[in-house]
């Protein structure tokens, strides 16, 4: 399967934990998003890669958290001293220049935080 | 700011019943809107997408939507759904300012019974 992958599916961690994600885009998509689902609610934006570089970050993102895309390839989301609050589906999601406008996402990484 | 409204949350038919998902986003400006589909246990998938062009746009899967700029609405249809359509469906929209960021709808819910 040569789709956008995450790892872990999966967390569980206690308050106050740092807990870290990763995303493997599609190969040679230079454009990687992070958006954030919680229950009932559509995924929302979290931050935007273009090759290595932050380009976008969303007032979502407190200070606690911190993404990462070095060498343009895999991304990493960190999130620091977590909080109950931040329970939801973590998504990953990436695009190729030329097709910019599809998003293809991956399965996504559901924390839980008690 | 720019935002997606769905006006159902939760949706249930019979097969071969037809299905119509409302969706209205707030932006004057030009946009590109998406619908996207979540089956049980995947990934988020675009279903279809609107760019320019004829308002009525085919995808994949028999659905098709339509885009009416005087109503601010991109509205979802499928003539005949089938038990396989049960899944989450997010409307979404191209937020301005550039990155291709999507901005969600809350979702509805489709529940297809046999």
């Known amino acids: 399967d040569t789709g956008v992958s995450q790892d872990p599916r999966h967390k569980i961690t206690k308050r106050g934990q740092n807990v870290t994600f990763r995303c493997d885009p599609i190969?040679?998509?230079?454009?990687l998003y992070w958006y954030r689902q919680t229950l009932g609610q559509g995924p929302e934006f979290l931050t935007y890669?273009?090759?290595?570089?932050?380009?976008?970050k969303s007032r979502l993102l407190s200070d606690r958290f911190s993404a990462e895309r070095p060498k343009g390839s895999f991304s990493t989301l960190e999130i620091q001293r977590t909080e109950q609050g931040d329970s939801a589906m973590y998504l990953c999601?990436?695009?190729?220049?030329?097709?910019?406008?599809?998003?293809?996402f991956g399965p996504g990484t559901r924390l839980t935080v008690t | 700011a720019q935002s997606v409204s769905q006006h159902n949350h939760h949706v249930i038919l019979s097969e071969a019943a037809s299905l119509e998902l409302g969706c209205n986003y707030s932006?004057?400006?030009?946009?590109?809107l998406f619908w996207y589909v979540q089956y049980p246990g995947q990934h988020l998938q675009l279903l279809l997408k609107?760019?320019?062009?004829?308002?009525l746009v085919k995808g994949i899967k028999g659905f098709e939507a339509e885009f009416i700029k005087s109503k601010f609405s991109f509205n979802l249809r499928k003539p005949s759904v089938q038990w396989s359509d049960t899944a989450e469906y997010f409307c979404?929209?191209?937020?301005?300012?550039?990155?291709?960021?999507?901005?969600f709808g809350a979702g509805t819910r489709l529940a297809v019974h046999p």
């Open positions: 999601a990436s695009s190729s220049r030329e097709g910019a406008y599809e998003q293809y």
């Open positions: 190969s040679e998509h230079n454009r």
């Open positions: 890669f273009q090759n290595e570089a932050q380009l976008e």
């Open positions: 932006y004057g400006g030009t946009v590109n």
């Open positions: 609107y760019f320019s062009g004829d308002p």
């Open positions: 979404a929209v191209f937020a301005s300012g550039g990155y291709n960021k999507l901005i």
